[in-house]
Every structure is written in C-alpha cells, then in structure tokens.
C-alpha cells in the first residue's frame, strides 16, 4: 500500500525519492485516518466481479488504484519498466483495465478532494491539502520534490504562517 509507481514496475528507484512517496502517503493517513490504497477496496473489486479478475494480482489492482485516484503514469515511465507487458496493453492501458475503469485524471483531482472531505476536511482545506499531497506523490520518482522543496510549499508556508503569532 505504500509502494510507489517505481516499485511496482520494477525500476531502479532511489530511496530518498522513495521515501518522499512514503511522506506523502503518510500525510494522507495522519489528515483522513485512512490508507490512499486501500487493499479493503481491492478486495472489494475482486469480490464484485470475482470470475473476471482472477487473473490479476494485487499489483495489478494497486497500480488501477493509484491511476483512479492520483491520474495516469507518464507514458515514458511505464514504457521504461521491465513488467510493461505483464502489466500493460501495447496501447499503454492497464491489462486490467479491460475489466475495471479507470476514470480520467479530472476524476482522479475530485476524488482524492472527497476523500479527504469525507473525513471532515473543509472543502477550502481539502483542496489545499491535494495540491500540496499531489505535489509529493509525482508518478514519476525523477520529477519529485526534494524534501527542501517540500518545506518550501506554499502549503506548509500558509500553515506556518498561520501559526507563527503576528
């Protein structure tokens, strides 16, 4: 569940890039109480169409989850990945996307903002807080923040600011 893109397609990944991926997950978690991928909805998907998704694995199911709710991978990146053809169709779709829909990036923007407003975020702050998470969680490990560039996000500026007495 905390796995990044990187991981899951078998490239050579760098830890502090890695572990960027990690604190934006883990974000996630400490705002909404709940994981970004969840295996409960994976296991939901299968149990919905249980015939038709035997012949996928849980990396097929975690990678549909992450491009449903944070967009599509970059083509570049998936076409660098050694499993492309265990995981991926010539036109670059997921195989499992044959079975399940993966709804467009537009999608993916609202669904991460409800997400975080089921749990009682304010809409104001939930759209905030996607900016700056969907900062972090970049698909491709190459255009991440730095963790330097993370402390200067406006976010955690804003969220300072607001603290620091004026």
């Not at 397609?9 to 883990?26: E, K, R, V």
């Amino acid at each position: 569940q905390l796995r990044a893109p990187e991981e899951i397609l078998g490239l050579n990944y760098s830890a502090p890039s890695y572990d960027i991926w990690q604190a934006g997950l883990t974000l996630f978690y400490l705002a909404t109480a709940r994981e970004l991928f969840e295996i409960q909805r994976w296991n939901a998907y299968k149990e919905l169409r249980p015939h038709m998704l035997e012949a996928y694995g849980d990396d097929d199911l975690h990678m549909f989850d992450m491009i449903d709710t944070l967009g599509t991978l970059p083509r570049e990146l998936i076409r660098r990945s050694p499993r492309f053809d265990e995981l991926y169709l010539p036109s670059d779709n997921l195989k499992i996307s044959r079975v399940l829909t993966v709804k467009p990036a537009k999608h993916a923007v609202s669904k991460l903002v409800q997400m975080m407003t089921d749990w009682k975020i304010p809409l104001g702050e939930a759209e905030a807080l996607h900016q700056f998470i969907t900062c972090i969680l970049r698909p491709d490990p190459a255009k991440r923040p730095t963790a330097s560039d993370i402390l200067k996000h406006p976010w955690l500026q804003d969220t300072h600011a607001q603290r620091s007495p004026g």
